[in-house]
């Protein structure tokens, strides 16, 4: 073999191994890049594991949020209906003390001589009339009272609805990330394959 040939196949050689070498370094490059990806897919999924988690447990508080202002919607409803109710008592029992005022009226107009005992009726009936009158006042309170409670539990219904919205939609973001992490993973997997 002359030294030509002899260089030429020592050249060829080192050419082959340069590139044998390339080949290993990029192929090493590549593992090392989808071993990054996988982890950070990794954590990714995890993450994704722990919105979805957290997002479930918003929307099971808010649920429950929504349950008791519904409750308490029906609690302030009912009080103001036996408000209501006593308002209605109370003015009919003030309409019948009226009615007997009126009688007692007319019976010392109509018998001078039984003045002394009808005064001594109308004193009584106003007595009794002033006592429906102030527990008219307090059921009109107490009516307040119900309205206004029955206002807040309006307003907390409608912020554990819009919690539970938020929760819906937080657990809605969980699962898209955690789906594009399995797309991302898939296609790692194949650029690790090939």
Same mark, same amino acid.
């Given at each position: 073999?002359?030294?030509?040939?002899?260089?030429?196949?020592?050249?060829?050689?080192?050419?082959?191994?340069?590139?044998?070498?390339?080949?290993?370094?990029?192929?090493?490059?590549?593992?090392?890049?989808?071993?990054?990806?996988?982890?950070?897919?990794?954590?990714?999924?995890?993450?994704? &594991?722990?919105?979805?988690?957290?997002?479930?447990?918003? &929307?099971?508080?808010a649920?429950?949020? =929504?349950?008791?202002?519904?409750?308490?919607?029906?609690?302030?409803?009912q009080?103001?209906?036996?408000?209501?109710?006593?308002?209605?008592?109370?003015?009919?029992?003030?309409?019948?003390?009226?009615?007997?005022?009126?009688?007692?009226?007319?019976?010392?107009?109509?018998?001078?001589?039984?003045?002394? =005992?009808?005064?001594?009726?109308? #004193?009584?009936?106003?007595? /009794?009339?002033?006592?429906?009158?102030?527990?008219?006042?307090? /059921?009109?309170?107490?009516?307040? &009272?119900?309205? #206004?409670a029955q206002? &807040?539990?309006?307003?907390a219904?409608?912020? /554990?609805?819009?919690?539970?919205?938020?929760?819906?939609?937080?657990?809605?973001?969980?699962?898209? /990330?955690?789906?594009?992490? #399995?797309?991302i993973?898939?296609?790692? =997997?194949?650029?690790?394959?090939?």
């Amino acid at each position: 073999m002359t030294s030509t040939s002899r260089q030429q196949s020592t050249t060829e050689q080192n050419a082959a191994g340069n590139q044998s070498q390339r080949y290993q370094d990029e192929r090493a490059l590549v593992d090392l890049t989808v071993n990054e990806l996988q982890r950070d897919l990794q954590r990714v999924e995890d993450q994704a &594991r722990m919105a979805q988690h957290d997002a479930h447990n918003a &929307r099971q508080w808010a649920q429950q949020s =929504r349950s008791a202002a519904q409750h308490a919607q029906n609690q302030a409803r009912q009080a103001q209906n036996q408000a209501q109710q006593a308002q209605n008592q109370a003015q009919q029992a003030q309409n019948q003390l009226q009615q007997a005022h009126n009688q007692a009226q007319q019976a010392q107009n109509e018998a001078q001589q039984a003045n002394q =005992r009808a005064q001594q009726a109308q #004193g009584q009936v106003q007595q /009794a009339q002033n006592v429906v009158q102030q527990a008219q006042n307090e /059921a009109q309170q107490a009516n307040q &009272r119900a309205q #206004g409670a029955q206002e &807040r539990a309006d307003q907390a219904n409608q912020q /554990a609805q819009q919690a539970e919205d938020q929760a819906q939609q937080a657990h809605n973001y969980a699962v898209q /990330a955690q789906t594009d992490a #399995g797309q991302i993973r898939t296609n790692a =997997r194949q650029l690790q394959w090939t």
